[in-house]
């Protein structure tokens, strides 16, 4: 089933734990050397898919292929050219940062030089450091290293920044940049929309276990999506008008309305917007809006 | 992070990644580098250090020094046994069995909760090389410690050391035979707790009653016979009559069950044991739950 170009395909793929499901028919392909990133709120069944590519979970039903294998029955040639960083750390015994990745570096055939590698996630003073004395950040950042350390084809990243501080995030975008240049494929999950746009080439989005798009970054939501929006206040109400022309639009309402209109924004959608248009429908209902505007005025 | 990597091979053609090699090869080569990474953690954790390691060192001295008195049987020549002399055997029997079962059982359990083996399991590391570690663990540990009560008891407690090599020889094949199949025990026992923390309150009641009924606290011939049949299902019973066979004098044999030392006894349960843990592992050792 997987194509040369296909590093993972994913067919209809169901995962439902008692009654609910929590991936429930979800399609989607990587190509050899592409970032794909997988967005969605809490819940929406992100690390469940991850974790039935990386054969941690079994699947309910559907068909999966990683590197050509159904990862249920893969063995460990299959696991020695996979990289993986887990939503949760957990613990690592009385190890140090050093010892762990020498440790992990012998089980792959043709690992990345020890200590490169901690240049390269930024911790060479914690080299010789206990892993579990770290910083929750410092140590998210030993996952990462761990999760390259056996230089893999395909590279699994559930939620990598966590807790990273903004100069540690830029640096990690740097160093994924690198892995691309290499050939790396990689599936990225995120609540980082910014870090999805800086490193995704294509990206699905998921709510509630669907695929609700699938698109390349910077064409999710379809065309109209990020078409800029005029906003403004007439008599006591918010109208908004979507176009392709705000400048001319805002002229209008000035000769219309005989002066400067109130409240006047242009608005051209993020992908932060896009998603939330995406997901809103769903999850309206959970962060209930209404209450909140409802408090305010 | 800062410093770039360097890429290996030309950028763009991805190098045909190389096999793993031959597997029983690498099976027994990361085994064995997993032993050093496990011992090495194993000393740099305070509790198990003093909780397991000193454990039996500790006994010892408390029952040399309570019962520095008393005299618990007599020599052929006449001289009394001391405490110490009489439960060296004990203690070195009951440090096979906590370096073993009730370490790796409480360890593995812990490791199973903390995220340790999802890790591993996410690895190409052979589940058998971690084992491996984990009995490789249990040997040098078990080794050191008995290394430490040895030393204790005869420079400190004066406990006379046999001298014929052929007690050293059957100390050898016991102590290690022992250990070996107490460690894969307690492989197996590890899938019992639900949960890290759970896992002492599973596991040290276990060793305690085996403990108490093979003769490692209580003398064994004061223990009625039905307690001492049942205790003989068990293989710590035996650990303690072979450490017992090497280190008291021969006389004290009138005091073993059928009044002998039963080595083929000892090395048939021993062997016995190690059979069903290995089954037991084989039939309940998971990574992770894959359905959790
Ligand atoms: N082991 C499990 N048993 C029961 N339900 C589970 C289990 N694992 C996940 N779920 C449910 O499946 C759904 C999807 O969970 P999942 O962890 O995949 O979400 P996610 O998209 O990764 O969310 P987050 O962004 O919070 O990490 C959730 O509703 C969750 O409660
Ligand atoms: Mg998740």
């Given at each position: 089933?997987?194509t040369?170009q296909?590093?993972?395909?994913v067919?209809d793929l169901?995962?439902?734990?008692?009654?609910?499901?929590a991936?429930?028919?979800?399609?989607?392909?990587?190509h050899r050397?592409?970032?794909?990133?997988l967005?969605?709120p809490?819940?929406?069944g992100?690390?469940t898919t991850i974790?039935?590519?990386?054969g941690?979970?079994?699947?309910t039903?559907?068909?999966?292929?990683?590197l050509?294998?159904?990862?249920?029955?893969a063995?460990?040639?299959?696991?020695?050219?996979?990289g993986?960083?887990?939503?949760?750390?957990?613990e690592v015994?009385?190890?140090?940062?050093?010892?762990?990745?020498?440790?992990?570096?012998?089980l792959?055939?043709?690992?990345?030089?020890?200590?490169?590698?901690?240049?390269?996630?930024g911790?060479?003073?914690?080299a010789?450091?206990?892993?579990?004395?770290?910083?929750?950040g410092?140590?998210?950042?030993?996952?990462?290293?761990?999760?390259?350390?056996?230089?893999p084809e395909l590279?699994?990243l559930?939620?990598?920044?966590t807790?990273?501080?903004?100069?540690?995030?830029?640096?990690f975008?740097?160093l994924?940049?690198?892995?691309q240049?290499?050939?790396?494929?990689?599936?990225?999950?995120?609540?980082?929309?910014?870090e999805?746009?800086?490193?995704?080439?294509?990206?699905?989005?998921?709510a509630s276990?669907?695929?609700?798009?699938?698109a390349p970054?910077?064409?999710?939501?379809?065309a109209?999506?990020?078409?800029?929006?005029v906003?403004w206040?007439?008599?006591?109400?918010?109208?908004?008008?979507r176009?392709h022309?705000?400048?001319a639009?805002?002229a209008?309402?000035?000769?219309r309305?005989?002066?400067e209109p109130?409240?006047?924004?242009?608005i051209?959608?993020?992908?932060?917007d896009v998603?939330?248009?995406?997901?809103?429908?769903?999850?309206?209902?959970?962060?209930?809006?209404?209450?909140?505007?409802?408090?305010?005025? | 992070?800062?410093?770039p990597?360097t890429?290996t091979?030309?950028?763009?053609?991805?190098?045909v990644?190389?096999g793993?090699?031959?597997p029983?090869?690498?099976?027994?080569?990361?085994g064995l580098?997993r032993?050093?990474?496990?011992v090495?953690?194993?000393f740099?954790?305070?509790?198990?250090v003093?909780?397991?390691?000193?454990?039996?060192?500790?006994?010892?001295?408390?029952?040399s020094v309570?019962?520095?008195e008393?005299s618990?049987e007599q020599?052929?020549?006449?001289?009394?046994?001391?405490a110490?002399?009489?439960?060296l055997?004990a203690?070195?029997?009951?440090?096979v069995?906590l370096?073993?079962l009730?370490?790796?059982?409480?360890d593995?359990?812990?490791?199973?909760?903390?995220?340790?083996?999802?890790?591993?399991?996410?690895s190409?590391?052979?589940v058998?090389s971690?084992?491996?570690?984990?009995?490789g663990?249990?040997?040098?540990t078990?080794?050191l410690?008995?290394?430490?009560?040895?030393?204790?008891?005869f420079?400190?407690?004066?406990?006379?050391?046999?001298?014929?090599?052929?007690?050293?020889?059957?100390?050898?094949?016991m102590f290690?035979?022992?250990?070996?199949?107490?460690?894969?025990?307690?492989?197996?026992?590890?899938?019992?707790?639900?949960?890290?923390?759970?896992?002492?309150?599973?596991?040290i009641?276990i060793?305690?009653?085996?403990?108490?009924i093979?003769?490692v606290?209580l003398?064994?011939?004061?223990?009625?016979?039905?307690?001492?049949?049942v205790?003989?299902?068990?293989?710590l019973?035996?650990?303690?009559?072979g450490?017992?066979?090497?280190?008291?004098?021969?006389?004290?044999?009138?005091l073993?069950q059928?009044e002998s030392?039963?080595?083929?006894?000892?090395?048939l349960a021993?062997?016995?044991?190690?059979?069903?843990g290995?089954?037991?592992?084989?039939?309940t050792?998971?990574?992770?739950?894959?359905?959790s």
């Amino acid at each position: 089933m997987t194509t040369a170009q296909n590093v993972v395909e994913v067919r209809d793929l169901r995962k439902t734990y008692g009654d609910t499901a929590a991936v429930d028919g979800v399609s989607f392909d990587i190509h050899r050397g592409e970032t794909f990133a997988l967005l969605g709120p809490n819940g929406a069944g992100k690390s469940t898919t991850i974790e039935i590519l990386e054969g941690y979970r079994r699947r309910t039903s559907g068909e999966v292929r990683v590197l050509g294998a159904d990862p249920e029955r893969a063995g460990l040639d299959w696991k020695a050219r996979l990289g993986i960083v887990l939503q949760s750390s957990g613990e690592v015994g009385a190890v140090t940062v050093r010892e762990q990745l020498a440790h992990f570096a012998a089980l792959y055939p043709n690992p990345r030089d020890v200590d490169e590698v901690i240049g390269a996630v930024g911790l060479e003073e914690k080299a010789g450091a206990l892993i579990r004395k770290l910083s929750g950040g410092q140590r998210r950042r030993v996952d990462v290293a761990v999760g390259i350390i056996g230089r893999p084809e395909l590279l699994f990243l559930d939620e990598p920044t966590t807790g990273f501080d903004p100069e540690a995030r830029r640096s990690f975008w740097a160093l994924i940049r690198q892995l691309q240049g290499e050939g790396t494929t990689i599936l990225l999950t995120t609540h980082y929309l910014d870090e999805a746009a800086q490193l995704g080439d294509r990206a699905g989005i998921i709510a509630s276990g669907r695929m609700v798009d699938l698109a390349p970054i910077g064409e999710l939501g379809g065309a109209d999506a990020r078409i800029p929006i005029v906003r403004w206040v007439e008599q006591g109400g918010v109208r908004e008008e979507r176009t392709h022309a705000p400048a001319a639009v805002a002229a209008a309402l000035i000769d219309r309305l005989g002066g400067e209109p109130e409240g006047l924004e242009v608005i051209r959608p993020s992908l932060e917007d896009v998603y939330l248009d995406l997901v809103g429908h769903e999850h309206a209902d959970d962060l209930a809006p209404e209450t909140l505007t409802e408090t305010r005025a | 992070m800062t410093a770039p990597m360097t890429a290996t091979g030309a950028t763009g053609a991805r190098p045909v990644p190389p096999g793993l090699g031959s597997p029983l090869a690498r099976t027994v080569r990361l085994g064995l580098l997993r032993i050093g990474y496990e011992v090495r953690a194993y000393f740099r954790q305070g509790d198990t250090v003093f909780f397991t390691f000193l454990f039996p060192v500790v006994m010892l001295t408390i029952f040399s020094v309570s019962f520095s008195e008393a005299s618990f049987e007599q020599t052929a020549d006449g001289d009394d046994i001391t405490a110490a002399w009489f439960f060296l055997p004990a203690m070195l029997a009951a440090g096979v069995l906590l370096s073993g079962l009730q370490n790796l059982a409480i360890d593995i359990a812990a490791e199973k909760s903390n995220g340790t083996l999802k890790r591993l399991a996410g690895s190409p590391l052979p589940v058998v090389s971690y084992f491996i570690g984990k009995i490789g663990q249990s040997v040098v540990t078990g080794v050191l410690q008995a290394v430490i009560l040895l030393l204790l008891a005869f420079t400190v407690f004066q406990v006379p050391l046999p001298e014929e090599p052929a007690r050293w020889g059957d100390f050898a094949w016991m102590f290690l035979l022992g250990v070996i199949t107490s460690a894969i025990l307690g492989i197996a026992l590890s899938a019992v707790p639900r949960s890290g923390a759970s896992a002492t309150a599973v596991v040290i009641p276990i060793t305690l009653v085996l403990q108490f009924i093979s003769g490692v606290y209580l003398r064994f011939s004061d223990l009625p016979d039905w307690l001492q049949s049942v205790a003989s299902i068990f293989p710590l019973k035996w650990m303690a009559q072979g450490m017992r066979s090497v280190f008291l004098p021969d006389e004290l044999v009138v005091l073993e069950q059928n009044e002998s030392w039963d080595e083929p006894g000892i090395a048939l349960a021993l062997a016995v044991w190690l059979v069903a843990g290995l089954i037991l592992t084989r039939l309940t050792f998971r990574w992770i739950r894959r359905d959790s």
